[in-house]
């Protein structure tokens, strides 16, 4: 089974903290993404890596930065956190394979809270 | 208009019973289409995905897809307590590599 680990299931942090969002698969899945859920508004793309080093913005990029430098792990990062970034983050991956073939597997979510 | 749209909910259906459940999406070049599963505190699921026109069956569960109405819907037959849950259409967009856009999700309730 495909293992998505995300290092915190809950965070309370401030206003202006850098904060460190780390998730490690472990099915040497080349595909990972961060969305954010909230309520009424679903799951958003922030961040995604088709591959170690690289990156790309998804559909709100703004206020987040990411980090691959290892194949099975894919940081997300707030370079100074927000109250409006208190959200559910959840990560996923896949096998380039598409979608269809190896489907998106996620992790179990981390909870931020920014006070 | 969102790329992917749901009815939020809840939508109530007794034990036993078909519940239907409806996506509609923007972009005529998507290709392949997903239903997730969601419970309350948990992280999606995958239930089933779809990527040609008409019926495919999987258990209890259906999806439906017509391109031409730009039209994917999900029915469970047989509902069951258990599977009151959020469930959540995502669409592979054209173009999009392996990126899922996903809509807000219908919440479903099987009430005894």
């Known amino acids: 089974d495909v293992k998505v680990t995300q290092s915190s299931r809950y965070l309370v942090k401030r206003t202006g903290e850098k904060v460190f969002l780390e998730c490690v698969q472990d099915m040497d899945h080349e595909n990972m993404f961060w969305y954010r859920q909230d309520p009424g508004l679903g799951l958003r793309l922030i961040y995604f890596s088709y591959d170690v080093k690289m990156k790309e913005k998804g559909d709100i990029p703004e206020g987040y930065s990411v980090s691959r430098e290892k194949k099975e792990r894919f940081s997300l990062i707030l370079e100074s956190a927000s109250t409006n970034q208190t959200s559910m983050y959840l990560c996923a991956s896949h096998l380039s394979r598409g979608l269809v073939n190896s489907p998106l597997h996620f992790g179990n979510g981390t909870r931020l809270t920014v006070t | ?112």
């Open chain 2, 1 to 112: 208009q969102k790329e992917v749209e749901q009815n939020s909910g809840p939508l109530s259906v007794p034990e036993g019973a078909i519940a239907s459940l409806n996506c509609t999406y923007s972009d005529r070049g998507s290709q392949s289409f997903f239903w997730y599963r969601q419970y309350s505190g948990k992280s999606p699921e995958l239930i089933m995905f779809i990527y040609s026109n008409g019926d495919k069956e999987d258990g209890r569960f259906t999806a439906q897809l017509n391109k031409a109405s730009q039209y994917v819907s999900l029915l469970i037959r047989d509902s069951q307590p258990s599977d009151s849950a959020t469930y959540l259409c995502a669409v592979a967009v054209t173009g999009g590599g392996n990126k899922l856009t996903f809509g807000t999700g219908t919440q479903l309730k099987v009430e005894l």
